[in-house]
């Protein structure tokens, strides 16, 4: 691993180390709680998974967090599942986020940018105003600690507030991207039953205007449990019948009061992508998140007041969830309601530029189509603030490390990250005091002992193996809702090593403490006992410029056998000739194994994704084993189903 990339490509210098919050909280824990002053980062994580308890007490000191009630210990029980977290605590996540308005109230907290790229300012004291109208307003409507409140919505300020609003009062939050059909909705809603629905009347994207109100007629009639729906007009109409206006419901000047809740008392519902059955309905609590992100967006990101943070996402997706505890540091956060290529592929470049962001996090395949596009974001726009890009969903191919340093800064640090929905953050990724090297995550996160395992559970350095986090992070599931006696949960990360949470990614760690992610684990490419992730593949294909995307299945055949089609999704005016399949075959003999070159490379009409971006696997090589569409896929967890029924008529021309 280490001869592959001697040099780094990008170094912090002295100063930029210096700074960083994560070197001043190293020598304060170092004074105040035993951690060692030297040895830099790899020390400091030493310390903190060896002293776990120490650890996260020190983090909850140095970002002052308020506890209204003190906690007996950091932790209780420690087993996986089950982990107990600073049991008799109290303290309310929406009065962390909303802290910084007591010495910075005229100063953005958010800004809203949509396909105008004209960024709008809401203040910290504006949002906090917003929040206590609207969470004595859910009083009001009879909302209680542990009851469900969600949103269909996009990522706008009143998604932000009316999240905040939830937590204020104990409520539990859970929302949804409009671009999610009805089905996709109610496959969540339904199982989590709320009593507020948040909700817009349609949204905009890519220029047009998307109407959604039949949408969220049909979410009225199937949730039963709704005790009230607020209208949002995004688009101007009028609120349907029965439902309350949001302008009525944020017009007050109330102080907001905040309920204080037991540490593990939940925050949200986030939920897994759901491609083969229910989405699993993911429970995280305010404290665990609330420490977890202090730590991430902190120590990781070295986010503070002085910054700008802006990721693309969706409410649909864990990164919106993470992008919104930006507050916590006193960051003004920078919420893009709109395409990610819209008009143009460099969009999210020229948000970037307009709002003066200094940390700016978007998708893998984002920056791999801005280099196939031959956008030029460092020529074209003035990026001079932006410290940081980091990236996730996908690994980050090398290519992607090159273009950012030559199209962006060469003295940029790229980021890399790596977490997942189940936890809300990430295991392993940025470090502002660590060099970059090409391919590669800096380190795994403080508090996290993540090791690359083989199947009898041995660590592995230098060697791929299974993703696998051995101590209790705060931000792992309390549980999944319904779920009463936990076994879904346990069957979900705990069956392959009792007791250590097996995350379902084939990573190396490497001698240097570095991380490479190889993609999913459950859908491993495995020739003649060589396995391989997914993402390899896609890394070395997708630089043919003629190839838009691929999908690789690795499939077991009946007779002991193994096919392995390459499916792919060309360029326009591309034909897949014997000139274009030798080249396809050439570059994965060359640059990964001759042993992976596919059985046949077919061409398709487009690759399928979550409703979320992430190319689906599991669900095509089900379809291709001719297991039926209805019991292969969740219908509503595809961004476009109709893709499907190609790889359906394969199966079935296969058999």
């Known amino acids: 691993m280490s001869t592959v990339n001697p040099q780094p490509l990008w170094q912090p210098d002295p100063e930029h180390i210096a700074q960083a919050q994560v070197t001043r909280f190293q020598a304060w824990a170092a004074e105040q709680h035993g951690a060692p002053a030297e040895g830099g980062y790899p020390a400091l994580h030493r310390w903190s998974v060896d002293e776990l308890d120490t650890f996260w007490k020190a983090v909850t000191e140095w970002f002052d967090v308020r506890f209204s009630t003190p906690y007996a210990?950091?932790?209780?029980?420690?087993?996986?599942?089950?982990?107990?977290?600073?049991?008799?605590?109290?303290?309310?996540?929406?009065?962390?986020?909303?802290?910084?308005?007591?010495?910075?109230?005229?100063?953005?907290?958010?800004?809203?940018?949509?396909?105008?790229?004209?960024?709008?300012?809401?203040?910290?004291?504006?949002?906090?105003?917003?929040?206590?109208?609207?969470?004595?307003?859910?009083?009001?409507?009879?909302?209680?600690?542990?009851?469900?409140?969600?949103?269909?919505?996009?990522?706008i300020p009143q998604a932000v507030v009316a999240l905040l609003a939830t937590a204020a009062v104990g409520g539990v939050w859970t929302s949804c991207a409009p671009d999610f059909g009805a089905r996709s909705v109610l496959d969540r809603f339904q199982q989590v039953e709320p009593v507020v629905l948040f909700t817009v009347d349609g949204y905009r994207y890519g220029g047009k205007e998307h109407d959604r109100r039949d949408t969220v007629a049909e979410l009225r009639r199937e949730l039963p449990t709704l005790r009230a729906v607020v209208h949002i007009p995004l688009l101007g109409t009028e609120a349907p019948e029965g439902a309350l206006e949001w302008s009525a419901l944020t017009a007050a000047d109330t102080e907001p009061v905040f309920e204080q809740v037991p540490f593990d008392h939940p925050l949200w519902v986030l939920y897994s992508s759901g491609t083969t059955g229910l989405p699993k309905a993911i429970v995280q609590s305010q404290g665990g998140i609330l420490v977890e992100h202090l730590k991430?967006?902190?120590?990781?990101?070295?986010?503070?007041?002085?910054?700008?943070?802006?990721?693309?996402?969706?409410?649909?997706?864990?990164?919106?969830?993470?992008?919104?505890?930006?507050?916590?540091?006193?960051?003004?956060?920078?919420?893009?309601?709109?395409?990610?290529?819209?008009?143009?592929?460099?969009?999210?470049?020229?948000?970037?530029?307009?709002?003066?962001?200094?940390?700016?996090?978007?998708?893998?395949?984002?920056?791999?189509?801005?280099?196939?596009?031959?956008?030029?974001?460092?020529?074209?726009h003035d990026l001079s603030t932006v410290r940081c890009v980091a990236t996730t969903g996908s690994p980050l191919p090398p290519d992607g490390f090159r273009w950012l340093h030559d199209e962006v800064r060469d003295d940029l640090w790229i980021a890399s990250v790596s977490g997942g929905t189940d936890v809300c953050s990430c295991f392993a990724g940025a470090v502002p005091t660590l060099p970059v090297y090409i391919g590669e995550l800096q380190a795994p996160g403080l508090g996290t002992d993540l090791q690359a395992w083989d199947p009898s559970g041995k660590p592995l350095i230098d060697e791929v193996g299974e993703l696998v986090v051995t101590n209790p992070m705060p931000s792992m599931p309390i549980h999944f809702w319904n779920d009463p006696d936990g076994s879904r949960y346990h069957d979900s990360y705990f069956d392959t090593y009792p007791g250590v949470w097996r995350h379902g990614d084939w990573i190396t760690v490497t001698s240097r403490g570095?991380?490479?992610?190889?993609?999913?684990?459950?859908?491993?490419?495995?020739?003649?006992?060589?396995?391989?992730?997914?993402?390899?593949?896609?890394?070395?294909?997708?630089?043919?410029?003629?190839?838009?995307?691929?999908?690789?299945?690795?499939i077991e055949q009946p007779d002991g056998g193994y096919w392995m089609p390459l499916f792919v999704h060309l360029a326009p005016g591309t034909v897949l000739d014997e000139a274009l399949l030798n080249r396809i075959k050439q570059t994965i003999r060359e640059q990964l194994s001759p042993r992976h070159i596919p059985d046949e490379v077919i061409e398709v009409p487009g690759i399928p994704h979550t409703l979320t971006g992430k190319r689906i696997e599991v669900p095509v090589k089900r379809l291709l084993q001719g297991t039926p569409l209805e019991k292969a896929v969740n219908p509503g967890s595809i961004d476009n189903l109709d893709l499907l029924h190609f790889y359906e008529a394969l199966a079935r021309k296969r058999a």
């Open 514 to 554: 570095s991380v490479v992610i190889h993609g999913r684990s459950d859908s491993t490419l495995n020739r003649q006992g060589v396995r391989m992730g997914s993402a390899d593949i896609y890394e070395a294909v997708e630089r043919l410029p003629e190839i838009k995307e691929s999908l690789v299945i690795g």
């Open 73 to 155: 210990r950091v932790l209780g029980d420690r087993s996986m599942p089950g982990t107990q977290w600073f049991p008799g605590a109290a303290l309310n996540y929406a009065e962390h986020a909303l802290r910084a308005a007591e010495t910075r109230a005229d100063e953005p907290a958010l800004l809203h940018v949509d396909e105008t790229h004209d960024p709008r300012p809401v203040t910290w004291s504006e949002l906090r105003r917003q929040v206590g109208s609207l969470s004595a307003e859910l009083r009001a409507l009879g909302v209680r600690p542990g009851d469900r409140v969600s949103g269909y919505l996009p990522n």
């Open 296 to 380: 991430q967006l902190g120590l990781h990101c070295d986010l503070g007041p002085e910054d700008r943070f802006f990721w693309y996402t969706s409410t649909g997706w864990m990164m919106w969830n993470f992008l919104v505890s930006g507050l916590l540091t006193g960051t003004t956060i920078v919420l893009y309601d709109g395409s990610p290529g819209y008009p143009d592929t460099g969009a999210q470049w020229r948000v970037a530029e307009r709002t003066r962001a200094t940390l700016y996090g978007t998708s893998a395949a984002y920056v791999m189509a801005c280099r196939k596009a031959g956008v030029h974001p460092g020529r074209d």
